[in-house]
């Protein structure tokens, strides 16, 4: 764990600093560590910091790091990963949105970056129908290779997650309690299993209890890190309608399954395509049609066919990552590249100059680069 961690950890603990507040603070500081080095005067001229909140970090900042510390000793101890959002590992797809946590406490092996994520939310009573859609969706979708989050709660989200665990898919399932608290209890068995093929995530620290208010704020972590949110029976007043609304609010693709008129647990996702708050998905291949997975596929399939086979001891294992990409996608953006590639920012533009050398990248206006045929 690398110095900085204390300090990125201990402004989570800092009164009056929220998340979108923290990201201005280390914007405009350079660092963590910066932001609780500098003087009050330097605070001030931050945007949103008042006189009363730069004291406030001057006054706390030396509390604020002694908690830090006992949460790094607990990382530590229970195999927890700390995710600030500046991490190659945090999630991108989350990274972008104003309101992201800035720090995530994570225990899994999954890439949190997953070329190919999904979320599955529904109701906490599902009807036998509602099972087997969830169980039949995941099973369609082995062969894409997804990526399936959800909350871990009981009905359609630990199907979910039971149904991605079968099929051999990485879950993640993200908390509204701390990294050491699985709720419920008795889906702890399955929370094990995720932790070998997926995770478990949560913004909140170690001994946090998953108090009601907790749980529309773990929905925007859910709709916020997938590519597309797919609601599977709701009440029409549930949690589950909220998450769809976050991911809607995000420019996120919603999709919902249409269900019988005369259940309850259909009235909300029947609402959600009858107000076009969601396309409907009644075979998944709505859902790979939509999102365009099957045209990269097709795509992909030619380009590896059309590209000479690449002789890794040529290349650097960085220069690989970065060239597995580029056969994916032909060419990419200078930004993307280096979280799909999970090549450090600070390493990319040597690693690129490198293949540049060796003939096989070529630079393209607008910071994009592209594999030379």
């Known amino acids: 764990m690398s110095h900085e961690a204390q300090f990125e950890v201990a402004l989570s603990f800092l009164p009056y600093v929220g998340d979108q507040l923290t990201k201005v603070l280390v914007s405009y500081c350079g660092s963590a560590k910066a932001v609780l080095h500098a003087p009050v005067p330097k605070l001030m001229k931050v945007p949103g910091v008042g006189e009363k909140v730069a004291k ?26 700390l995710l600030f959002y500046t991490s190659s590992k945090y999630p991108n797809r989350l990274k972008q949105l104003p309101d992201a946590p800035p720090l995530l406490y994570y225990r899994g092996n999954a890439n ?13 009573k599902p ?47 993200v908390m509204a309690s701390g990294p050491d608290i699985i709720y419920p209890g008795v889906h702890k068995k399955y929370a094990e299993k995720m932790l070998e093929q997926g995770g478990v995530l949560t913004e909140n620290t170690f001994g946090t209890k998953p108090d009601a208010p907790r749980f529309p704020a773990r929905n925007r972590i859910i709709a ?23 991911a809607h609010s995000y420019d996120k693709e919603v999709m919902a399954v249409p269900g019988n008129i005369n259940s309850p647990m259909s009235e909300g996702t029947n609402w959600l395509i009858k107000s076009h708050k969601a396309a409907v998905l009644t075979a998944t291949q ?14 992909a399939v030619k380009r590896a066919k059309a590209i000479p086979a690449l002789d890794p001891a040529d290349f650097t294992p960085e220069e690989m990552q970065v060239l597995q990409v580029l056969i994916q996608s032909g060419e990419e953006q200078m930004d993307n590249l280096g979280w799909k590639a999970q090549v450090p920012v600070n390493q990319l533009a040597s690693v690129l100059l490198a293949l540049e050398f060796k003939g096989v990248v070529k630079a393209m206006p607008g910071k994009k680069f592209a594999l030379i045929r």
């Not at 859609?133 to 630990?158: F, H, N, Q």
């Not at 597309?228 to 029976?233: D, F, S």
């Not at 709505?286 to 795509?299: A, F, H, K, R």
């Open 112 to 124: 949190l970056n997953h070329h190919r994520i999904i979320s599955i939310v529904g109701t906490r």
């Open 224 to 246: 916020g890190m997938s590519d597309c949110t797919i609601v599977i029976e709701a009440a029409f007043k549930s949690g589950t309608l909220i998450t769809a609304d976050i």
């Open 286 to 299: 709505d859902l790979i049609e939509l999102l365009n997975w099957d045209i990269e596929d097709s795509l």
């Open 56 to 81: 406030s970090i001057r006054d706390n900042g030396r509390q604020a790091l002694l908690e830090a510390d006992e949460v790094l000793k607990k990382a530590s101890d229970k195999q927890v990963e």
């Open 127 to 173: 009807t036998s129908y509602g099972q087997a859609v969830t169980e039949r969706i995941i099973e369609e979708l082995k062969p894409y290779g997804v990526m399936v989050v959800s909350g871990l709660a009981y009905g359609i989200d630990i199907a979910a997650h039971r149904a991605a665990l079968q099929a051999g898919l990485p879950t993640i399932g």
